[in-house]
């Protein structure tokens, strides 16, 4: 936030991430948002594939003021990318956990949740915003192996390659003929 004071962060996961603390630490993985949310309650934040949210997370998203969007994974069909471009500021930090991947395609995350994105999906997403958007960062979070399953280790792979890719894609002027092409459109 220091670097990148106007960023926002695309957060693509089955969990919102948003509980209070989780076995007595803030610091847990399933507090990571909710910390972000406190200590820069600026930040926008648009969470993407969202399968399940606790009662906790709920009430808190219902008591608080945030700059968060969600976009649950059981809406995918009426998602539209362009809404989730808007909700994101220029530079955008993107955080992925392998939860938010359907688990016939990724049952190696480490709490994997039926439904979700496919590949296709995902590679849609992340390739506009890579094209529209400056990314300042990128994690990804939850494989779990499983022995002599390598299939989902090499869609990660994959995965991170594109991430990689679309990344440095745009700033080799790869996508500019698509960005004119829609803003022609729009």
């Known amino acids: 936030n220091d670097l990148y004071p106007d960023v926002s962060v695309l957060y693509l996961s089955s969990r919102p991430n948003l509980l209070e603390s989780y076995q007595n630490n803030k610091f847990n993985n399933l507090c990571a948002l909710r910390q972000i949310c406190e200590n820069i309650p600026e930040i926008k934040i648009t969470q993407v594939g969202i399968k399940s949210v606790s009662q906790e997370e709920a009430d808190w998203l219902e008591q608080n003021d945030t700059n968060i969007e969600i976009y649950f994974a059981k809406d995918i069909k009426q998602w539209k990318t362009a809404d989730i471009l808007s909700n ?24 994997p949740e039926p439904g979700g994105l ?3 999906r995902i590679l849609d997403v992340v390739k506009n915003v890579c094209a529209f958007k400056e990314i300042v960062g ?13 299939a989902p280790n090499l869609l990660v792979a994959k995965l991170v390659n594109k991430f990689i890719a679309y990344t440095f894609a745009r700033q080799l002027g790869a996508f500019e003929e698509e960005a004119s092409l829609v803003s022609q459109e729009s």
């Open 88 to 111: 994101l500021t220029k530079n955008v930090y993107i955080s992925c956990n392998l939860n938010v991947l359907d688990p016939g395609i990724m049952p190696s995350s480490m709490l």
């Open 118 to 120: 496919n590949w296709e």
């Open 138 to 150: 990128i994690d990804f979070v939850g494989l779990s192996p499983i022995t002599g399953l390598n």
